[in-house]
């Protein structure tokens, strides 16, 4: 193979690349050099997963009356990068089921409360605001899955 036809199938894996970037999103400036496509997908690939994290809801924190709010702090599990603001809720609230089964009954009904919440996400933290009147009735941990906000 000469030297032409090497830059000339380099040139279409690049553009070839440059629309599967383009394609899932990515911003590819006009003169990116090949060596920044691998970061390229890396972000779209970062951007577009789903991560779990977890949270625990102390019952003697929530404030307020009629409502009740509480601002509990995200940790992240299996690998899950720290949540931040621009994240997004990606499920519903769910809870250990390890429990005994009247403990199990108690904790559900208090993650229930928090899955019916007002939920906002912010820089590490997980606010919920609850609705109707309800207030958990118990410490609870919930877990839940978040992605980046399109």
């Known amino acids: 193979m000469s030297v032409q036809s090497q830059i000339n199938r380099i040139k279409s894996a690049k553009d070839s690349l440059r629309s599967v970037l383009t394609d899932n999103g990515a911003t590819v400036p006009f003169g990116t ?12 690939l970062q951007n577009g997963s789903t991560y ?13 009356s009629g409502t009740y709010t509480q601002t509990a702090t995200v940790t992240p599990l299996a690998g899950a990068p720290a949540i931040t603001s621009d994240f997004v809720m990606a499920s519903a609230i769910f809870v250990e089921d390890t429990y005994s089964d009247s403990t199990q009954e108690t904790i559900e009904e208090s ?34 899955l978040a992605k980046k906000e399109a």
Not at 37 to 42: D, I, K, R, T
Not at 53 to 63: G, P
Not at 111 to 124: A, T
């Open 33 to 44: 050099t090949i060596d920044k496509y691998p970061q390229l997908f890396a972000d779209i």
């Open 52 to 64: 779990l994290y977890k949270a625990t809801f102390l019952v003697d924190r929530w404030s307020g």
């Open 111 to 144: 993650g229930g409360v928090v899955n019916r919440s007002q939920k906002v996400i912010g820089n590490g933290a997980f606010t919920c605001t609850t609705r109707g009147g309800e207030k958990p009735t118990s410490d609870v941990e919930v877990f839940f």
